[in-house]
Structures are given as C-alpha cells and as structure tokens.
C-alpha cells in the first residue's frame, strides 16, 4: 500500500504520484536544457552531457527520458502518441469531422500558444539544422497515421482501406504545418489558432483562387 502525503494546498498525494512528478519534472529539465543549448550553439553542436549536467542530472538519467537530443527538441512534453485521438474523441457527437478535428486541433496547439517563447525558438532550432528533416518527416508520417485511425473511429471507416480517414489526416497535418510556419518569426501573422482556422477556412471553401 502507497503511503500519503498531504499538503495544504492539494489533496493526497501518493508516493507513486511523487514519483511521476519527479520524472515528469527531470523530462522538462532536460528539455529544456536541450533547447536553451541548441538554441545558443545549434543542435549538431552539443551533446548528451552537456544537456544532462545542464539539467543537473547524470548521462544515464537523460536516456530514461529520451532516445536521444533529437527527441528531446522535437517531442519535449513526451505528450501521449494519440493525444489528437483523445482530444477528438472527446467531441461532440454531432460535429462533422472536420469540425470535431478544428476543436481538436485548437486545443492541442493551445500548449504551444502558451509556450509561445520556447517553441519560437524550438522551430529556429529546427529550421536551422538540416539534419533534423529525416526525423521530422518520420515524425510526420506517423502523427498522420495516428490522425487517420482516429477519424476512421469517429467515421465508423477503415484507416488502411479508405480514403476519406487518410485524406482527411493529411489535410490537416499540412494545415497544422503552414500555420505554424506562418507563426514563427518576427513577423508572425496572428496567433496560432486563428492561421489554423485559415488554413482549414480555405480548404473546406474548395480552395478558391484568390481575388
């Protein structure tokens, strides 16, 4: 049986739930680590032992977080694989597809709205290291993979055999990918969600030429 301890402002708190927040703790550290790092000398240009004794933790303490520096800038929060999934599912019933992805999609990007700063630079980091597109087209493909059989549960369709799950996904994988282009930068041109709801906007209209 788990002890408990309580403090003035929570309610108990196990010694497994302690725990999880210290992992969940130590994982931000290093993120954080790796993107102030990356950010002052490029990703190619440091190593794991600099991120770890950065973040205060040994070389071995990183891996139990991350495979690698490459992860720990592109995948930070270590979010659930399926959080599209989650978040769609928890969608009214009534909204159609693209809809019920739109809500979906503004909740999620809610997080990097609110970590405006860290993920303004995260996509410099990125755009500056040539080296990180095979892991981010790999990280692509399977985000879209995993949109796909979400929407293929909403639609009652099948993800490997039908198109609409499948097109659909990309659509809004590529929707997600301009709008956080046309985020970054000095010259940003709006908060995240409103580019997303531009993008998609433009796509369920048919994509009209422009006037």
């Known amino acids: 049986m788990h002890s408990v301890q309580r403090t003035w402002w929570s309610a108990p708190v196990t010694e497994t739930g302690l725990r999880e927040r210290k992992k969940l703790d130590t994982r931000r550290a290093l993120a954080?680590?790796?993107?102030?790092?990356?950010?002052?000398?490029?990703?190619?240009a440091i190593t794991v032992?600099?991120?770890?004794?950065?973040?205060?933790?040994?070389?071995?303490?990183?891996?139990?977080?991350?495979?690698g520096k490459e992860e720990a800038l592109l995948r930070p929060d270590g979010a659930d694989d399926d959080r599209f999934g989650t978040?769609?599912?928890?969608?009214?019933?009534?909204?159609?597809?693209?809809?019920?992805?739109?809500?979906?999609l503004h909740a999620d990007l809610a997080v990097v709205e609110a970590e405006r700063e860290d993920w303004q630079l995260r996509l410099t980091v990125i755009a500056a290291d040539q080296e990180l597109l095979p892991r981010l087209v790999e990280l692509g493909a399977a985000n879209e993979r995993r949109m796909a059989q979400a929407l293929a549960r909403r639609t009652g369709l099948d993800a490997e055999r039908d198109l609409y799950?499948?097109?659909l996904a990309a659509v809004l994988g590529?929707?997600?990918r301009v709008a956080l282009s046309r985020w970054h930068g000095p010259a940003a041109r709006g908060p995240l969600a409103a580019l997303l709801d531009?993008?998609?906007?433009?796509?369920?209209?048919?994509?009209?030429a422009p006037r």
């Open 32 to 44: 954080a680590a790796t993107l102030r790092l990356a950010g002052e000398h490029g990703l190619s």
């Open 49 to 67: 032992e600099q991120i770890a004794s950065e973040a205060g933790v040994s070389y071995r303490t990183f891996f139990n977080h991350f495979s």
């Open 87 to 104: 978040l769609l599912d928890q969608q009214d019933a009534a909204l159609p597809p693209l809809a019920a992805a739109r809500a979906a």
């Open 165 to 167: 799950p499948q097109l």
């Open 174 to 176: 590529c929707a997600v």
């Open 198 to 208: 531009e993008a998609l906007d433009a796509v369920a209209a048919g994509l009209p």
